[in-house]
């Protein structure tokens, strides 16, 4: 099982570039995530999608855009990047978005200088 | 607001102690309490809580809940320089898995 994947691994990017971290599940999950996560921080949620059409916002989303035209997919993407988006970023999934474990993707470690 | 607070933030203990983390939240619509051990990379799953008083466990490793005072506790006895890692408490709330900032466990040998 692949789980959730994230692609890319690493990135570097110059202030002002765009990119888009890929994520995608096998697990037919309805819920998905994306995290960023800073030293010190924990885990703060940027944007998040209960099924297909469907995406909202999290606590740090500022930046950044997503979609879900499809269930197994939920790219992010850094419309001009900048330096205070220099993160690892993880990707996570949910059968049930109220109650049930997250699974992760191996996160996806961004620079931007 | 949504609100985690783990305590404390680092602990380094020596092997074969017992430890006990905590975690205490603020949540709109609560619905269960995550566990998660993070080494160098993904968090992985430790325990899900979601009725007060049961404590779940696993190896050296338990967990309880309390519902009535918002609070969680992790404790790892007889522990192990693999126990060495970041215990991140995460409570569903509203759709949204909220995390503490983590607590940074170093077992010296």
């Known amino acids: 099982n692949a789980g959730v994947t994230q692609t890319p691994k690493f990135q570097v990017l110059k202030t002002g570039q765009s990119m888009t971290l890929q994520c995608a599940q096998d697990m037919n999950h309805e819920y998905m995530s994306w995290y960023r996560q800073d030293p010190g921080m924990g885990l703060r949620l940027i944007h998040y999608s209960v099924g297909a059409g469907i995406t909202d916002q999290g606590e740090v989303p500022n930046g950044y855009n997503v979609s879900r035209s499809t269930t197994e997919d939920f790219p992010l993407r850094l419309l001009s990047a900048a330096p205070s988006q220099t993160s690892v970023y993880f990707c996570a999934s949910s059968h049930d978005g109220n109650r049930g474990e997250l699974f992760f993707g191996e996160g996806s470690r961004l620079t931007v200088l | 607001e949504d609100k985690v607070v783990q305590s404390p933030l680092s602990l380094v203990v020596h092997e074969g102690d017992t430890v006990t983390l905590n975690c205490s939240y603020e949540?709109?619509?609560?619905?269960?309490l995550l566990w998660y051990k993070q080494e160098k990379k993904a968090p992985t799953f430790l325990f899900m809580l979601t009725s007060s008083g049961i404590e779940k466990k696993s190896g050296r490793l338990s967990s309880i809940l309390d519902k009535k005072e918002l609070f969680s506790i992790l404790n790892i006895t007889a522990t192990q320089t693999g126990d060495s890692a970041i215990y991140l408490c995460a409570p569903w709330g509203a759709q949204k898995l909220v995390f503490g900032q983590g607590t940074r466990l170093t077992i010296n040998p």
């Open positions: 949540v709109t619509n609560f619905r269960s």
